[in-house]
Each structure stands twice: as structure tokens, then as C-alpha cells.
């Protein structure tokens, strides 16, 4: 082999070599789940780009991966209550960044959005709605607190960032609190029962005066009914009368007692 197919060679081999590297840096992939940011030479592109494959200023120009994807990412913060109490609540937050954005924060926040935008709007909204409820009804009304907590993040990011929703994993009060608040509902507990008990005997002794003054009542009727109609006393004599015919066996004038007897048992007892 000649020295001139050898320098040939050589010089096709560099000129491969080059243009695979300017190849390579002429063209870019966005892989799914992500939006580019292209930056030419310190200057950001006012475009996203979309995933796939694509071309750029070799050298010049580099594509920087911003996920779009919904991420679920862990808070714990502190917060006081309105009786001054400290609160530790542990927060998961679900969030994604819009493609109108995904420009915006990347020459805005350094980093990562959450870190640098997301968790201290968190934080800010949670001790704003802590604020106003005492220790006690924050472990209470949880359910509350995340809503409203929801909703003052989103109106504090406004549409920068789509929080989609945010959970209270839990909720941790100092030992001294979480005793006070178990023995206060303890004490409720006790005295809801004792209510309980009371209004119970409340009804009973109200049922025993009404079923006595029914009593009084009927005892009352009756009496002025026999009154008004003695031959209801008759009536009644006929209703009870078992079919046999009584007999009246006296003492005579003088008084004593009148005994009643059946004729027919009477006369069995003749001789």
C-alpha cells in the first residue's frame, strides 16, 4: 500500500470521524414524558421542543429535558395552631408542569421545580390555614385543612405548576398535646353518657306520670259513668253471668251476711 492511500485513508477516517460528532451534535431525542429547552449559547429558545427526534446548531445549541409527567414528591413542614401550639404535618404533593411552562421555569427556577417553587408555596399555604384553627380541630377537620391547603397553593403558583391534589400522610402533636386532647375526650365520652343515662331516666319517670294519670283518668270515667247510670252495674252483672241462676240466702232483718247460691246446687243438696 502506497503512502498516498495510506494519508487517504487517514483523511477519510477523519472526516468520518468529524462528521459523525457534528452529526451527533446536530441532532437531538426527547424522550418521552419530557418537553426540550433549547439553549443557544447562553440564550434560551422561547419554543419547547416535543419528544422525538430533532436537529440544532451543532456545538452551538443544547436541549435540556424538562418531564412533564405527574410526580408525587414527599413535604414535611412545621406549623403552629392558633393556641400556639407546633404541629408537624408529613405531605405528599401531586403535581406536573404544563407545556405552556416548561420554558418559564426553566429560566426562572434553578433546579428542580419542586424544591425551588412547589414545597415553599406548600409550606406557606399550610401554615396560612394552621393559623386559624387550634391544634385540636387541625388533627380533627384533616380533611379541612388539605382542602383549603389545596386551594391556597394553586392560588399562590397560580397556572405555573398544576398541583393536582395534595394528602396528609400525618399529623404529629408533642406528647404533652396529644395526652391533654385524649383525656379531654375522655371527659366528653363520660359526660355524653351521663347525659345519656339522665334523659333516659327523664322519659322513663315521664312515661310512669302519664301512664298513672291514664290510670286516674279511666278510674275517673268509670266512676261517674256508674254514677250517672246505675243499671250499668246490671250490665256488667249480665255480661259476667256464667249461665247459672243464684240464689240469695240471708240473715234475716237484722242484718248479716247475704249469700249467694245456685238454685241448682241447692236443690242437689236437699235430702
Request: net charge neutral.
Amino acid at each position: 500500500m502506497s503512502q498516498r492511500t495510506i494519508s487517504f485513508l487517514v483523511g477519510l477516517g477523519i472526516v468520518i470521524f468529524v462528521l459523525v460528532i457534528v452529526g451527533s451534535q446536530a441532532t437531538y431525542i426527547v424522550q418521552p414524558g419530557n418537553r426540550g429547552v433549547q439553549v443557544t449559547l447562553g440564550k434560551v429558545d422561547v419554543d419547547f421542543k416535543p419528544e422525538g427526534f430533532g436537529l440544532k446548531t451543532p456545538f452551538l445549541s443544547r436541549i435540556v429535558p424538562v418531564t412533564v409527567r405527574q410526580r408525587t414528591v414527599a413535604l414535611s413542614t412545621e406549623c403552629y395552631s392558633s393556641d400556639l401550639q407546633q404541629v408537624n404535618v408529613q405531605l405528599k404533593v401531586l403535581f406536573r408542569i404544563p407545556e405552556d411552562s416548561v420554558v418559564k421555569i426553566y429560566q426562572e427556577y434553578s433546579g428542580d421545580p419542586f424544591e425551588s417553587l412547589v414545597a415553599p408555596r406548600v409550606a406557606e399555604a399550610l401554615k396560612e390555614v394552621a393559623a386559624l384553627r387550634s391544634a385540636e380541630r387541625i388533627v380533627q377537620a384533616r380533611e379541612e385543612v388539605k382542602t383549603e391547603t389545596l386551594v391556597g397553593t394553586r392560588t399562590k403558583i397560580s397556572s405555573l405548576i398544576n398541583i393536582v391534589d395534595i394528602t396528609i400522610v400525618d399529623i404529629a402533636l408533642s406528647r404533652e398535646l396529644e395526652a391533654a386532647i385524649e383525656a379531654k375526650m375522655v371527659q366528653e365520652q363520660e359526660a355524653a353518657k351521663a347525659q345519656f343515662i339522665q334523659k333516659k331516666s327523664e322519659i322513663e319517670a315521664n312515661t310512669a306520670i302519664i301512664i298513672a294519670k291514664g290510670e286516674a283518668e279511666a278510674i275517673r270515667i268509670r266512676g261517674e259513668a256508674l254514677k250517672n247510670n246505675p243499671d250499668l252495674i246490671k250490665l256488667q252483672i249480665v255480661e259476667k253471668w256464667d249461665g247459672h241462676t243464684p240464689i240469695v240466702v240471708g240473715g234475716g232483718t237484722g242484718g248479716g251476711a247475704n249469700i249467694l247460691l245456685p238454685i241448682g246446687d241447692l236443690i242437689r243438696a236437699q235430702p
